[in-house]
């Protein structure tokens, strides 16, 4: 277990390093970032003050590996906008895009789990279809143009849920359905597909010898079995809401980690920036670890020798 777990902490290290590599190189593709700081307007003299205020006179080499240290240490800099540490604003922020993700998560589980279900008691029938194209249509359908569409019909014609702002937790309702949509096709058909490995164990013959109620085989003893990986899944999953948070919360103006994040390349606000991709992208690695781990202690084989 110790090696499984030397092994991850390798693997996420690295990607986290390789992250931080490309969040530099293409902020810094994007142009001369002392020109967009002093803004269209500025002579060179300005453009050359700013230039050497903020270090940018300096090698591309000695400005990532300040930044890379820096960053380890907590440190990631100040707003060239907002005139405050980048770690304060996004630890303001990062609250907002957390119940977002936590509320996409439920949601997506709640339709998933009963869904897969479904399609696995009635495989191969009309409503084990119906799931499908469901499940089809669901990861087909652009997050952007649904949460218009929830705006409208459930915010404007009917006015049931508020349509922007973070006031309540009503206001979390639409932007999580458009978050769950990207997630439930993947757990429906996880879900799905251990129902159905589950349903033909002996395990779940025996249960059936002994007189068991359908409903007592299939929710305490197919769905524990079915939804170990599932629970697995669903910690990736959570990743990735977090980093598809930055569309839903422009769309529907929650002003978290993502809203910061739009309105930093706006703003040519860099360091703001590099600062919300390394963060997203080091709480996806560390998500998708925790998925490991809970899969290695579930199922001993996938530790390797």
Avoid: C
């Avoid at 002579?43 to 230039?51: G, N, P």
């Avoid at 998933?112 to 799931?131: F, H, K, M, Q, Y």
């Avoid at 459930?154 to 937790?169: C, D, E, M």
Wanted: aromatic share 8%.
């Amino acid at each position: 277990m110790l090696q499984f777990l030397v092994r991850r902490l390798i693997v996420a290290i690295l990607v986290a390093a390789t992250v931080m590599t490309l969040a530099f190189i293409l902020t810094r593709l994007s142009g001369d970032l002392a020109i967009s700081i002093a803004g269209p307007n500025a002579t060179q003299a300005d453009v050359e003050a700013v230039r050497k205020a903020y270090g940018l006179d300096r090698p591309l080499t000695v400005q990532f590996f300040d930044w890379v240290g820096r960053a380890a240490t907590g440190d990631l800099g100040e707003s060239y906008f907002f005139k405050t540490k980048v770690s304060t604003l996004i630890g303001e922020r990062m609250p907002i895009t957390i119940t977002l993700g936590l509320t996409g998560l439920v949601i997506a589980l709640l339709v998933s789990l009963p869904l897969g279900i479904l399609a696995a008691v009635r495989e191969n029938t009309a409503l084990d279809r119906v799931v499908q194209m469901v499940a089809l249509v669901g990861q087909a359908m652009p997050s952007f143009w649904l949460g218009l569409i929830l705006m409208i019909t459930l915010g404007l014609q009917l006015g049931w849920l508020p349509i922007s702002g973070t006031g309540s937790w009503q206001h979390f309702v639409m932007p999580g359905i458009v978050l769950a949509f990207s997630a439930i096709p993947a757990l429906t058909r996880l879900t799905r597909a251990g129902m159905i490995q589950a349903m033909g164990s002996d395990y779940i013959r025996t249960a059936r010898a002994k007189g068991l109620s359908r409903a007592s085989i299939l929710l305490k003893h197919a769905l524990r079995n079915a939804a170990i990986p599932v629970v697995a899944i669903a910690a990736v999953q959570l990743g990735f809401m977090l980093g598809g948070s930055i569309v839903i919360e422009q769309v529907f103006a929650l002003h978290g980690v993502g809203f910061l994040a739009w309105e930093s390349i706006g703003k040519n606000d860099f360091p703001v920036v590099q600062s919300v991709v390394l963060v997203l992208a080091v709480i996806y690695v560390a998500l998708t670890m925790l998925a490991d781990l809970m899969n290695a202690v579930l199922d001993p084989r996938l530790r390797g020798p």
